[in-house]
């Protein structure tokens, strides 16, 4: 478990996490409401030289942004609850960019079975746990690299 104890120790996890990132990874965010999924992708994108503004895509779904390197796509799927609907995202899975996908469980069914999912605890107002889950071997040495630079700072 990481503990979050204010923005600036989420902005440290995300330079963390990126570092270790590569082209085609899927990061998979869960948590209540406002436990700050979009403030991680934020700084996610952040430290991937992205210089937009990053805000949740509730209402597009998908936002891409380009970044230094790669590019970034931030999916928020909290509205395909009850949708069938397949808005080919299969094509973002295979770019070369990194994924953020928020309300990952409203899509489960088309995700690839390799992925890093982040889950985020409400500890309190400005308090976070995150819980690191790894599905394939790649992310399973992200985790590992992330959560024991984290824990050394």
């Given at each position: 478990m990481i503990s979050i104890k204010h923005l600036d120790d989420m902005n440290r996890f995300a330079g963390i996490l990126v570092k270790h990132l590569e082209?085609?990874?899927l990061i998979l965010l869960n948590g209540d409401l406002g436990a700050g999924?979009?403030?991680l992708t934020q700084f996610i994108g952040k430290h991937l030289g992205v210089k937009r503004n990053i805000n949740s895509p509730t209402f597009n779904i998908i936002?891409?942004?380009?970044g230094q390197s790669l590019k970034l796509?931030?999916?928020d799927c909290?509205?395909?609850e009850d949708s069938d609907e397949d808005l080919g995202f299969n094509e973002y899975f295979e770019?070369?960019?990194i994924t953020v996908i928020e309300w990952s469980q409203f899509i489960e069914d088309l995700l690839p079975a390799t992925q890093l999912i982040v889950n985020i605890k409400t500890v309190s107002?400005?308090?976070r746990e995150i819980e690191l889950i790894a599905k394939g071997d790649h992310y399973s040495k992200v985790k590992e690299e992330v959560e024991r630079e984290f824990t050394t700072y």
């Open positions: 082209s085609g990874d999924k979009t403030t936002k891409s942004y380009k796509h931030h999916m909290y509205r395909l770019d070369e960019a107002e400005t308090e």
